[in-house]
T-cell receptor, first 113, second 112 residues
Framework: NAGVTQTPKFQVLKTGQSMTLQCAQDMNHEYMSWYRQDPGMGLRLIHYSVGAGITDQGEVPNGYNVSRSTTEDFPLRLLSAAPSQTSVYFC????????????FGDGTRLSIL | GNSVTQMEGPVTLSEEAFLTINCTYTATGYPSLFWYVQYPGEGLQLLLKATKADDKGSNKGFEATYRKETTSFHLEKGSVQVSDSAVYFCALSSGNTGKLIFGQGTTLQVKP
């Protein structure tokens, strides 16, 4: 049982490049989300999904796109990377009730030059 | 809107010392409250949770009680170990969407 798997673990991009951060879970969880972690700011929600075909914006959605074509996968796309998007990105999944804990991936450390 | 405030770190303790990390929240309704721990180079792991007022969550010697009257969820441990060195996050979830709102995190360093 792999849990939540994120790829890649590290990535360096140049300003203006695009890329997709991958996230997959094998727990049949309905709810998936993306957070970014920045020093002194905790984790902030970028986008989330309550099921296949349904996505919504979180606290800091600008510059990021998501889609949810299957229950298992929830990729995060940066269309035109900016230095302000340098961060550590975490994907998480859970059952779709608010009292259920979220399961986190190990993160992707992204640097934009 | 909903928010979580944690005491600023870093917190440095000697092994076997008593630990308290303060957490207060602002929320409408009745949120669920969580403590997550992040060890170096890893993702977050659930440490404990409480889903209603006066509930006490506990795990691995850590405890936190959901206090609605003071809107607090302070994390405590009676005797810390070097292996407890990590970053601790307080978080709340309201409604059924599962969205989490995190505090800024508190770094704990335990010295032998």
């Amino acid at each position: 049982n792999a849990g939540v798997t994120q790829t890649p673990k590290f990535q360096v991009l140049k300003t203006g490049q695009s890329m997709t951060l991958q996230c997959a879970q094998d727990m049949n969880h309905e709810y998936m989300s993306w957070y970014r972690q920045d020093p002194g700011m905790g984790l902030r929600l970028i986008h989330y999904s309550v099921g296949a075909g349904i996505t919504d914006q979180g606290e800091v959605p600008n510059g990021y796109n998501v889609s949810r074509s299957t229950t298992e996968d929830f990729p995060l796309r940066l269309l035109s990377a900016a230095p302000s998007q340098t961060s550590v990105y975490f994907c998480a999944s859970s059952q779709d009730r608010g009292d259920q804990p979220q399961h986190f991936g190990d993160g992707t450390r992204l640097s934009i030059l | 809107g909903n928010s979580v405030t944690q005491m600023e770190g870093p917190v440095t303790l000697s092994e076997e010392a008593f630990l308290t990390i303060n957490c207060t929240y602002t929320a409408t309704g009745y949120p669920s409250l969580f403590w997550y721990v992040q060890y170096p180079g890893e993702g977050l792991q659930l440490l404990l949770k409480a889903t209603k007022a006066d509930d006490k969550g506990s795990n691995k010697g850590f405890e936190a009680t959901y206090r609605k009257e003071t809107t607090s969820f302070h994390l405590e441990k009676g005797s810390v170990q070097v292996s407890d060195s990590a970053v601790y996050f307080c978080a709340l979830s309201s409604g059924n969407t599962g969205k989490l709102i995190f505090g800024q995190g508190t770094t704990l360093q335990v010295k032998p």
